[in-house]
C-alpha cells in the first residue's frame, strides 16, 4: 500500500531535479510534480508499450536510440496532460526523461540504502525495520 506512494514521491522529486537541471523543462509547484508523476507512471504503463511494440522496426534500425523519442513522446504528453507542468525545446524533450530516470534511480536506491524499501520494491513493516 506504501510502495506506490513512496514511488510517487520519489519521481515527484526526481522532477523537481529534473526542473533545476534541464532547461525547458518547467514545473510550477510540488502538487503539479506529485500529479506529473501520477501521469507519467499512468503513460509509461499504458501508452509507452504500445508506442514501443510499434516502433520496433525503427528502434531496431537505431540500435535502440529511437528508445529516447519514444520516452520523450511520453514525457512530453505528460506535460500536455498536467497544469504546471511544460516541456518545451528539444534539451527538454531528449534530455529530461534521462535525467529522470537517473534522478529516480537515485531516489530510490537512497530508500532501499535506507531500509524504507526492499529491493524488489516492497515496503517493510514496522517489525522489520531496525532499531535505533
Known amino acids: 500500500m506504501l510502495t506506490p506512494l513512496l514511488t510517487a514521491l520519489a519521481t515527484a522529486l526526481s522532477l523537481l531535479i529534473v526542473d533545476l ?7 510550477a509547484n510540488f502538487p503539479a510534480a506529485l500529479i506529473a508523476a501520477l501521469v507519467i507512471g499512468l503513460i509509461n504503463g499504458s501508452v509507452k508499450p504500445v508506442l514501443s511494440a510499434l516502433s520496433l522496426p525503427l528502434n ?4 535502440g536510440a529511437f528508445s529516447l523519442i519514444v520516452n520523450g513522446l511520453c514525457f512530453w504528453l505528460a506535460a500536455v496532460l498536467v497544469p ?3 516541456v518545451s525545446g528539444l534539451i527538454g524533450f531528449l534530455l529530461g ?3 529522470l530516470s537517473f534522478a529516480n534511480t537515485f ?3 537512497y530508500f532501499v540504502e535506507r531500509n524504507l524499501l526492499t529491493s524488489s520494491g516492497d ?3 514496522q517489525n522489520e525495520l ?3
Open 21 to 27: 537541471v534541464v532547461p525547458g523543462v518547467n514545473i
Open 60 to 63: 531496431f534500425l537505431s540500435f
Open 84 to 86: 504546471g507542468f511544460s
Open 97 to 99: 526523461p534521462v535525467i
Open 107 to 109: 531516489i530510490n536506491n
Open 123 to 125: 515496503v517493510k513493516s
Open 130 to 132: 531496525p532499531s535505533r
